[in-house]
């Protein structure tokens, strides 16, 4: 069986997925095999001071070495590493990833919020089903938050928007980014659409242990207004220690609730379903069919 790298260096944190690839007749299944998490957070420089620091380059070199370690004792043959809003709109993404490249001989590539948004997309294959209904995914990253509608079986219609939880927990969202997002998802969605809701990301998933709700199961737009009130009455030490956090999770989750909760409220979804698939599944998708699905069967 073959196996497949996707690396994604987001504003938070950066993550492989590893998958192997397995044929079954006239289909392919990827099968998750080995996932991991750095907590960099490049977004806390590249969105305050427009660069990326030495520190962060260092701890980033650092990272995607480990990665390359890890796909070879994985015995991984194709692999992509894709950079998001943090990398992409720092002044120094060029000399970042050119002092990555001269450490690893890897190779990362810039991709706009239009394309993470689809390949975000790729990874999820509830669009099949229901084609009576309009389907939203969004995806809230550090950086940036990615929509992508798909009404009943149409092209997917994508978006980006300059709002994450990295930007929002150092004040560099302004609110009127807020009514951007109202007024592209009503102009794109018909009042009488049956909206499907999707979530994608890391915090969507611990919020869907946090309240409880089954894997596979919606959440409600009730348990997530009570999380994010409970949340909201504690500090930052306080909510690590009494909901079980990591530091880089206690921080941001609440702004990823913010995000999430009025999304909900703008198109009127009382449930949210979280398909625990990113960016990282999506390029496990889109790796594997750019590099011919007879040469990996071989």
């Known amino acids: 069986m073959r196996k497949i790298a996707a690396i994604d260096i987001g504003s938070n944190a950066v993550r ?36 990326i620091s030495n520190e962060k380059i260092i701890l980033l070199t650092n990272a995607i070495l480990s990665f390359k370690y890890i796909m070879k004792v994985h015995g991984v043959k194709d692999y ?58 969004v995806d809230v990253g550090g950086g940036s938050t990615e929509f992508s509608i798909l009404r009943k079986g149409k092209e997917k219609i994508s978006r980006s928007f300059k709002i994450g939880t990295v930007r929002l927990l150092n004040n560099l969202v302004d609110d009127s980014m807020f009514m951007d997002i109202k007024k592209w998802l009503q102009s794109n969605i018909d009042n009488d659409d049956k909206i499907k809701l999707f979530a994608t990301g890391g915090n969507i998933n611990k919020i869907q242990s946090m309240t409880g709700s089954k894997s596979g199961k919606p959440i409600s737009y009730l348990s997530i207004k009570d ?72």
């Open 16 to 51: 492989m997925l590893i998958s192997y690839v397995i044929s079954s007749g006239d289909e392919y299944v990827f099968q998750k095999n080995s996932y991991l998490r750095l907590p960099i957070r490049l977004g806390e420089d590249s969105f305050k001071n427009g660069v």
């Open 80 to 137: 992509k590493i894709y950079a998001t809003s943090a990398l992409r709109e720092s002044i120094n993404s060029k000399e970042v990833i050119s002092i990555v490249k001269k450490n690893t001989d890897l190779n990362i590539e810039l991709i706009t919020g239009i394309k993470e948004a689809k390949i975000i997309s790729k990874g999820n294959s509830h669009e099949k089903i229901e084609f009576n209904k309009t389907f939203l995914y």
């Open 227 to 298: 999380l994010s009130n409970n949340l909201m009455e504690f500090n930052y030490q306080e909510r690590m220690m009494k909901f079980d956090l990591n530091p880089d999770r206690a921080d941001v989750i609440i702004y990823a609730l913010k995000i999430f909760i009025t999304t909900m409220e703008f198109v009127k979804a009382n449930k949210i379903f979280v398909p625990k698939s990113g960016l990282v599944d999506g390029m496990i998708n889109e790796i594997f069919y750019e590099n011919n699905a007879s040469k990996l069967d071989s």
